[in-house]
């Protein structure tokens, strides 16, 4: 239950920043890697936001929640992500990145 909640709520984000009409580049578009290896992945905002989300969309199409951050840097094992609402963009940072990794990563902000 708990993680479609978690899907519901970054559709929802989704959909706001869509109305309010924030537009969001996320860079780069493809990134290829050597198992091990760091990443980082950007996102840039139109507009100020006051929180961004990272999802990792699975092989079947559902969104799994990475990482929900409304300033600064949170951090875990693996995954760091910055948001500088004043510079407009967000960061995910991969750290180590294997196979499982591999997948499509998307940011929403409100």
Partial sequence: MKRKWGILLGLLCIQICWVR???????????SLQEGANSTLWCNFSDIVSSVQWFQQNPEGS???????ASGTKQNEKLSSTVNSKERYSTLH???SQLEDAATYL????
């Avoid at 969104?63 to 951050?69: C, G, Q, T, Y």
């Fill in 21 to 31: 009409g924030v537009k969001v580049e996320q860079s780069p578009s493809v990134l």
């Fill in 63 to 69: 969104l799994i929640s990475l990482v929900f951050i």
């Fill in 94 to 96: 991969i750290t180590a």
């Fill in 107 to 110: 940011c929403a902000a409100e």
